[in-house]
């Protein structure tokens, strides 16, 4: 009994954040808990796929509170949809001081972090995250982001929830995909802890996906790692800059494939491709030959996906860390050590650019 109880108190992950500290708690049966605690005054956001899928486990929280039931997709995180979002609430009766409920991933996060910082100037929000990229990555943090237009995440705030709640069973039912998206960030946090993080994973790559318990060390080592830069740095001023290695590539891959990728998956290749043109500017050597089977393996089936340049180039400039002429990158170094840096957009970086996405990143 006794180890049980030791094990359930280490697995919570106190975050401090500028709105107070909030808890990570990993518990097995987190959905009959929250059904046990529902009260009149939550109003729940699930994702509709894992309301249907969990179905059964979820009856009793969603027959007994108001509840917003969404498609996750990256439109249903764009502005215009927020209308709709806010009307159903208010029609089903949100006051101050009631509190949101998410269910779901990245996106149904995304939505409800929003709608928390922004609906009746501010409500509370716990999360109950259900995909793996949610899981080990964007549950803690505090960030919301929206989408405006083809502009994505261009809207957004700083709005921990109160609480945060994972339980690794829901994961059973997501697809291979999803699951690799997850591991993309889970790689990156690694990959920014050190070169002896990052290996240790990359040997560890193939027990991930078949064993549960190493899942979930590696999320909740993922989230430990994560925590000592949100804390540092909870509002992206410095040194929390970092996660963003193979996101500036990452995201300008999803935007000019019009999110044929998923997240972690295209964060995937845009880290193969950082360090890929990090040795192109002779910024470092080996790194990317270190690195790249894991990462490979990562987003295999991606490999030939047409990103076309243009369109690649274009959303790079729309990336908000730019100034007008200079790029803001986040490359390994001569040790592998991933860290910030200032680059002209010249002939040099974009030749790199187009030789990665057009023959190098197969
Ligand atoms: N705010 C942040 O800090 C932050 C950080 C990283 C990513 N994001 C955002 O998160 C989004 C991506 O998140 P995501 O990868 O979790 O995507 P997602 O929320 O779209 O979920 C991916 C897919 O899995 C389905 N799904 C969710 N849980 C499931 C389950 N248990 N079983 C079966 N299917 C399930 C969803 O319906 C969806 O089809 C992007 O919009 C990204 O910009 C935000
Ligand atoms: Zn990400």
Redesign the pocket.
Same mark, same amino acid.
């Given at each position: 009994l006794s180890s049980t109880a030791d094990s359930r108190a280490s697995d919570r992950l106190a975050i401090q954040s500028h709105a107070g500290c909030y808890e990570v708690v990993f518990d097995e049966d987190a959905f009959a808990l929250l059904a046990a605690g529902i009260e009149p005054s939550h109003h729940v956001i699930v994702?509709? $796929?894992?309301a249907e /899928?969990?179905g059964a486990e979820l009856a009793a929280v969603l027959t007994r509170a108001p509840v917003l039931s969404i498609? *996750?997709?990256?439109t249903a995180?764009s502005l215009d949809r927020f209308t709709g979002y806010v009307e159903h609430l208010v029609a089903q009766g949100i006051r101050r001081g009631h509190t949101l409920v998410a269910i @779901?991933? @990245?996106?149904?996060?995304?939505i409800t972090?929003f709608l928390a910082a922004t609906l009746l100037r501010g409500v509370p929000w716990h999360f109950y995250? &259900? &995909? /793996? /990229? *949610?899981q080990a990555?964007?549950c803690i943090? #505090?960030? #919301?982001?929206i989408?405006v237009g083809i502009l994505?995440?261009i809207l @957004?705030t700083f709005t921990p929830p109160q609480r945060v709640v994972v339980s690794t069973r829901? /994961? $059973? &039912?997501?697809?291979e995909r999803?699951i690799r998206? @997850?591991i993309g960030?889970m790689l990156k946090v690694h990959a920014i802890e050190g070169p002896a993080a990052f290996d240790r994973i990359a040997a560890d790559y193939p027990r991930i996906l078949g064993h549960a318990d190493v899942m979930r060390d590696y999320i909740q080592r993922s989230l430990a790692i994560k925590k000592v830069l949100v804390e540092l740095d909870e509002f992206d001023r410095g040194p929390r800059n970092v996660m963003n290695y193979g996101h500036t590539f990452g995201h300008a891959i999803e935007s000019a494939t019009s999110f044929a990728i998923?997240?972690?998956i295209a964060v995937t290749i845009g880290m193969d491709m950082a360090n890929f043109v990090a040795e192109a500017l002779g910024r470092t050597t080996g790194h990317r030959e270190r690195m790249r089977p894991v990462l490979r393996a990562n987003f295999d089936g991606y490999e030939q996906t047409p990103v076309p340049f243009d369109a690649f180039m274009a959303a790079i400039m729309r990336d908000k860390k730019h100034r007008d002429t200079s790029l803001t990158l986040i490359l390994p170094d001569a040790e592998g050590r991933i860290g910030v840096v200032t680059q002209p957009n010249d002939d040099r970086f974009q030749l790199a650019c187009r030789e990665y996405l057009e023959s190098a990143r197969a």
């Open positions: 994702d509709e $796929r894992v /899928l969990h498609h *996750a997709s990256e995180k @779901g991933g @990245g996106i149904v996060q995304d972090c995250p &259900t &995909t /793996l /990229l *949610a990555d964007s943090g #505090s960030k #919301s982001s989408n994505k995440n @957004g829901v /994961l $059973r &039912t997501l697809d999803d998206s @997850g960030e998923p997240h972690g």
